[in-house]
């Protein structure tokens, strides 16, 4: 179960990395993977990892819809990166 929950995180970190190079994916993967990222954070809403969900899914809601700085692509990025392979290592 922490594996799928890694592979969550890294998937989210994928999009971030991937809308930063301006490289195409389907609108319908990043609805997926943001509406996982919400169910997740709702285990533990109050826990650093669970803010970190939140974070990371409204980072990739606005990058749909708006132009964000660089800075915080890359913030994102790295704390997803951080958090999928913490999960996948301790799974």
Known sequence: MVKL????????????????????LPVEFFFFVIIL?????SIAITDPGGITDILVASVIVFSLFFSIPTLIYILGFIL??????????AG
């Open 5 to 24: 929950l890694g592979l969550i995180d890294l998937f989210a970190a994928i999009i971030l990395i991937s809308s930063l190079m301006e490289f195409e």
């Open 37 to 41: 990222l919400l169910v997740k954070a």
């Open 80 to 89: 997803a990166t951080i958090k999928g392979i913490s999960s996948l290592a």
